[in-house]
């Protein structure tokens, strides 16, 4: 939503919708995809606010398979072994029971923050501040934020320029955030051709891909199954 926040609200965000950088995008999504502490690892060092959509229908809840299937792209650890995160994490019936993983997300968390019975965000980590008029959008504040980090992307020391004295000068993640960054996986199309071959980490990739479009495939057999059913 960071065209429409940007727009509207003159108000920076660390994501727009723009997804040409997957890694950053995987980043985002694992602070909603993991642990609610972890999430708050990644937030405290991007962001004060974190803004969701609810509401039920087609919300960020609903969404949350996808972006913990993004995040596990790029971080292996938010669906350990499952590719697709469509067996761990997700709801289990028809009531939206959230599974394990879910339900510990800090997407879930602040998501049915006070709306789910023993469910609320921690308050030594996120706030919440703001839910609109139907509850379509909740605003959280991110607690303990990292001055440092702050200090770090507004010094344009900082940045690195295509050219010396260029006008493109893009920014850098905070050192705060390399523990996390060091657990990323490069994320490359499966079309692309023209990357070069490590066998060792293409082994590894291969079997990763592998599993997951195999398990596409007995999700969109099992989907086909339930339709054909009377």
């Given amino acids: 939503y960071g065209y429409q926040i940007a727009g509207i609200a003159n108000r920076t965000t660390v994501a727009d919708g723009n997804t ?4 950053h995008v995987a980043l985002l999504a694992r ?3 993991h642990t609610e502490r972890e999430g708050h690892r990644v937030a405290r060092h991007l962001a004060d606010y974190v803004l969701l959509v609810g509401g039920g229908g087609r919300d960020d809840l609903a969404k949350g398979p996808h972006i913990a299937r993004i995040a596990n792209s790029v971080y292996r650890d ?3 072994g499952d590719p697709t995160c469509m067996r761990s994490f997700g709801f289990v019936d028809g009531h939206r029971t959230p599974s394990a993983l879910m339900a510990a997300s800090a997407l879930y968390r602040l998501h049915s923050h006070g709306l789910v019975a023993g ?3 921690d308050p030594t980590l996120f706030r919440h501040v703001f839910d609109s008029e139907f509850g379509m959008v909740r605003i959280f504040r991110v607690l303990n934020v990292s001055k440092e980090s702050k200090d770090f992307v507004a010094d344009p020391a900082n940045r690195v320029c295509d050219v010396k004295g260029g006008w493109f000068c893009r920014g850098q993640y905070p050192p705060g955030l390399a523990k996390v960054l060091s657990k990323a996986k490069a994320f ?4 692309d051709f023209n990357k070069k ?4 980490k293409d082994a590894e990739d291969e079997k990763y891909f592998k599993q997951y479009f195999e398990d596409m495939e007995e999700h969109d057999a099992e989907v086909n199954a339930q339709k054909k059913a009377p």
């Fill in 31 to 33: 602070a909603l995809a």
């Fill in 78 to 80: 938010v669906c350990p």
């Fill in 20 to 23: 040409w950088n997957h890694e």
């Fill in 197 to 200: 071959k490590n066998s060792a």
């Fill in 188 to 191: 490359s199309q499966q079309e």
């Fill in 119 to 121: 469910v609320g965000a």
